[in-house]
């Protein structure tokens, strides 16, 4: 690249790096993920940082009721990751805290790799309470959360200096969980300086090396402390002298604290941009937040089936080092295009049937609804009128259900919502079998959203950010139907790459009288447009996979999203 070569620090509390390592929960992480993948693909110089997570997320079990319950997953640390000599230490609460460093590295085809820094408190030096800080990702309750989201943010600093990382140029928050990076920097430079404190012109130097991506937008997803409870954990108060940078309503908001010092800022989709700005700005704030938007994309070589893969690479050779290529799928013949979509479902529903004994078969549409188990995501959306959904089955055509997704152990209402699916399957066959799929992971949601015929998403408006399944999906061939909201504002267009659920709906009601316009279009679609379209009009259902591929995976993917955050914020 004809750049500068500064590097780009990338900090996120979850990345999902391969497989075996449960070092992500879901989206934020698989997102990450995907973005060093294209950074390394793009040759971007770029190091990672993140914390280790040895004990993961957790692995999800289903009880007979259909309850989650959670267990502790572990994993064999030194398979994955190189241990580093470096050491460094943060203060959490006037103790010192030792972390080491482990390095994992992400490498592209074309050889060029991107480290990624993976951070570590389970030394012998530090307390058993200390140790467990970087052991189970979202662990904990908000205690818990700061003083790791200190690790992560002043002791990920620390680590890259300590590593040799001194021309870093940027320095890339992925999400609020980072923001305290932004304080280190400026005690960094105020020591440079040879001064006591940061001033003004500190805070202006910092702001321009940091970019902050926003990912929420539901308020209370953003990470938020009272400022007794930060100075006790920092050991320091004087920070919050500088109220235009740290303090806001007698708390500490990382969010904002993340817009106050970047000279970037973003949502993930332009819907959620807007979104953004309204939510973020104080009703007696002077100024106005500038937040831009940069629509998430999925790494496309690592999301497509095997069988999809072998067609791009027959039809449109180059798509992986060009993307935007994919355009072309138009022209792949339409049988190529379905038998590969055969491939495809056959593996997905050979292993749905060995996991589950559902009975599923490969002749019956089978749609897809896999994320993770928040109530405003409104999985249970589908069945919340049974009987309708039945006599649409029953007269329409014969459908297969996937379920998929965790509650965060401490979400009793998501739990709730899994359970309810769990128990309406039991009600619904024959004509229309459920099944809900234990442990959702990166090689469940690899097979779900390649091999199901449609991708459904009923998200609350507007509280769906972006979403990333759905792209997934269209990389396979698979048509999404879904509400408009996060990124299928962009990439819907009717009955060319999907259908939209609710699109008449108003806006201005109650939950309830959304959720009910909702499922009546989705009702009144499903049975009218997309079960009709799959049994009886193949032809045309093949021409919306087509589409999905040509306009929906050519663009939403992390090849351009990384492209974009290269010319708006990285090198500008």
Known sequence: MSHSREIIAYFSMEIALEPGMPTYS????????????????????????????????????????????????????????????????VSIE??????????YTVKASNAHEVPVILLDADLPDNSEWDRALTHHLYGGDSHHRLCQEVILGIGGVRMLRAL?????????????????????????????????????????????????????????????????HVA??????????????FCCAGELNLTYLALNLSHYVNGVAKKHGEVSRQMLTPRDADHHYQIDSITNGVHLATWAAP????????????????NSSLRYALRIPADEVWRAHEDAKARTVEEVNRLTKANFDVETLTIGFARRAATYKRADLLLSDPARL????????????????????????????????????????????????????????RLL??????????????????????????????????????WWIEGCIEDVTGWAIGETCPTDVSLEDRASCDAYSLYQKLENVVIPTFYHHRNDFVRLMRHAIALNASHFNTQRMVQEYIAKAYFE
Not at 94 to 103: D, E, H, I
């Open 307 to 322: 069988s999809f893969v072998k067609l791009f690479d027959r039809h449109i050779p180059g798509w992986q080092e060009d």
């Open 232 to 245: 006790r954990v920092l050991g320091r108060a004087d920070v919050f002298t500088m109220h235009e940078v």
């Open 390 to 445: 039945e006599e649409i089955a029953s007269r329409a055509g014969r459908l297969q259900i996937i379920f998929g997704g965790k509650a965060h152990p401490q979400d009793d209402a998501g739990k709730k919502v899994i359970q309810q699916i769990v128990q309406s399957s039991a009600l619904l066959a024959p004509e229309v079998r459920i099944v809900y799929m234990e442990d959702y992971d990166w090689e469940l949601a």
């Open 164 to 228: 040799g990382y001194d021309d870093v140029g940027r320095f890339h928050m992925n999400e609020g969980h980072a923001a305290l990076l932004a304080l280190e920097l400026l005690d960094e430079r105020a020591r440079w300086l040879h001064r006591d404190a940061f001033n003004e012109e500190d805070v202006q130097a910092v702001k321009r090396r940091c970019v902050f991506t926003t990912h929420t937008p539901v308020p209370a997803g953003h990470d938020r402390f009272p400022l007794e």
């Open 449 to 486: 959203t390649a091999g199901v015929d449609v991708w459904l998403n009923t998200p609350q408006p507007p509280l769906e950010a972006s979403g990333t399944s759905g792209m997934k999906a269209a990389l396979n061939g698979v048509p999404s139907f879904s509400v408009l909201d996060g």
């Open 26 to 89: 879901g989206g934020l992480g698989v997102l990450a993920g995907d973005t060093i993948r294209s950074a390394a693909d793009l040759k971007v110089p770029m190091v990672a940082v993140t914390l280790l997570h040895r004990h993961g997320y957790f692995r999800q079990k289903l009880d007979p009721s259909g309850w989650q319950t959670e267990e502790a997953i572990s994993w064999d640390v030194e398979s994955f990751c190189q241990e580093l000599p470096a050491r460094v230490v």
């Open 94 to 103: 006037g103790r010192s805290v030792q972390l080491r460093a482990w390095r």
